[in-house]
């Protein structure tokens, strides 16, 4: 197979795909935003207006469903192969975990997403499920008296966001600032990254790309 030249491009992500990440991704940082503001002592005199945050805040909620469905409604293939391609793990995904614990010998090969990314991704669309559901839960004891102290949703919102904000500020430091994922960064926004940058981190995928 003939070494690929710097200036040898392959597409990554689909329009669809990338209108889907940046709903979820703009969503979730206005979510995290508004939620600490609304949550920390040390935005209290900013928080004063907590209904216009709160609106925010669940806006940003609505408005992350509402775009996820016309994005799958629009590409609903496309999608759902995206989404079974996170979803499966083969035994090269196993020892790429096994690898990333001990960092030793060499990385085992990734197909178009190694298991670092597909446990992220399943973390995460369990994540928006918790706070969703917890979410509504919030809405429902503060607007009827039934529900007050009926669940523990507002301790589970705060344990996922703990968990939340730290997975994807690793996310994002990757995908922004580490040298050599950085360049990913190109595929999820042109759509496209280098196919010697592909070779080295994705090579079971780009050995099927045209
Ligand atoms: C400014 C913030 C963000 C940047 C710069 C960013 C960047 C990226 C990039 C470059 C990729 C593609 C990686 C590849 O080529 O394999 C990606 C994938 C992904 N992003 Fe983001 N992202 C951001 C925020 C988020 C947020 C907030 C979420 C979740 C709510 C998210 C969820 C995902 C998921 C699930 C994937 C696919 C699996 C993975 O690569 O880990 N991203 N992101």
Redesign the pocket.
Known sequence: MAAPTATEYVR??SLAERLA??A??????VM?ATGLILYLPAFASLAADRVLWKSLHVGAAIGFWAGLVAVVAASPRGLARTASE?DRFDDDDRAWLAWAVRRRGPEPPAG???A??????AV??G??VVFTVSGVLILLQESDAAFRGATSAILVHDWATWL?VP??AG??Y???LNAS?????????LGT?RRDWARR??PKWEAECE
């Open positions: 990554r992500f990440h940046w979820a991704a703009s969503a979730f940082l995290t996170l178009r997403f190694n670092g990314q597909k446990l992220n991704a995460i669309a994540l928006a939340a997975l994807v996310h994002v990757l995908a922004t994922t950085r360049h990913s960064l190109r595929g999820m926004t990254v981190h994705h």
